[in-house]
């Protein structure tokens, strides 16, 4: 394997990012990864996927505000930062960094929102493949799913969500508590990750920048109050006319069965569950999520 790190000047800072790849494989078209969150990092993704460069090179990068990407000295991180279209600026800055002519986009989670933005946007050149991990494609369904899987958590717990939710108790430790329940079941399932797993995880804490996080998202996972909160793209998926592969785990907040209507309205496109995983499936369970990746987009 080879890799190059560089930082990539944007329009209000510099982003990092990463190209892994061998000799064999670094005339193929480069598989983009944008990482989820928003305000989030890099390093499960690159820890899990890193892998498939042999079959293709892999681009990971920090989104600003993330990672080991920073806003310029004279560039306060002000709100008016954390938006969609800056963000899809920024992956159009990568791109051209790269000088890409043939890639695919891979998104996870809020990542797949970019991945999304990108193709239905104003840019140029286009992806020829899209991988949706876990997507968000409407803030209304991903609520509703939200709602829906914590009605399903145990009677007490569920009892403690609601009633900290009312009281604005959000930030108490026992709404902590509770909300940790329902990230093992279904955001990273801690409690069934292998030693390796849980040493990667302890040498590299996640890391979450705030500022960004709430200002596009808000304060948990359930719902969204920050610029995302009106997010929808459901009736636009009918406008993708490439390759489209969605995939989430079995146990994931993104759920099933919501991806399966996700998947309908893409013509040209597959679905992939993957069995005991949940929305970071790419870490779960690396080796089947990888051959899924692999199988889709490394067309000879």
Not at 58 to 73: M, N, P, W
Request: glycine residues 6%; charged residues 20%; hydrophobic residues 35%.
């Amino acid at each position: 394997m080879q890799s190059r790190e560089t930082f990539i000047e944007v329009a209000v800072g510099r982003i990092w990012s990463e190209i892994i790849y061998t000799e064999t494989s670094k005339h193929r078209p480069a598989l983009i990864c944008l990482h989820g969150g928003p305000g989030s990092n890099h390093n499960k993704l690159k820890y899990s996927l890193s892998g498939l460069a042999k079959f293709f090179p892999i681009i990971f990068y920090d989104q600003l505000g993330g990672g080991k990407s920073y806003v310029q000295e004279g560039n306060p991180a002000n709100n008016h930062l954390w938006n969609v279209q800056r963000f899809t600026d920024e992956l159009a800055s990568l791109i051209q960094f790269y000088k890409l002519e043939q890639f695919n986009l891979f998104g996870s989670s809020w990542g797949s929102s970019l991945a999304i933005e990108y193709w239905l946007g104003n840019y140029n050149p286009k992806p020829q493949r899209l991988v949706l991990g876990s997507p968000l494609i409407s803030t209304k369904r991903w609520e509703q799913d939200s709602t829906l899987l914590k009605q399903q958590l145990p009677a007490e717990i569920y009892s403690i969500l609601v009633e900290c939710e009312q009281h604005n108790q959000t930030s108490s430790q026992k709404y902590k508590d509770a909300m940790e329940q329902f990230y093992n079941r279904h955001v990273l399932r801690k409690p069934e990750l292998n030693a390796t797993q849980l040493d990667f995880l302890a040498r590299n804490p996640t890391f979450i920048n705030n500022d960004v996080y709430q200002n596009m998202w808000g304060n948990n996972e359930f719902y969204s109050t920050g610029q995302l909160a009106n997010y929808e793209r459901f009736a636009d998926l009918q406008h993708i006319s490439i390759p489209t592969l969605f995939i989430g785990g079995e146990h994931d907040e993104a759920r099933p069965e919501t991806l399966a209507l996700y998947q309908q309205q893409v013509k040209d496109s597959q679905l992939v569950t993957i069995a005991g995983a949940s929305h970071c499936g790419y870490f779960e369970a690396t080796p089947a999520y990888s051959k899924a990746l692999q199988e889709f987009l490394w067309v000879e």
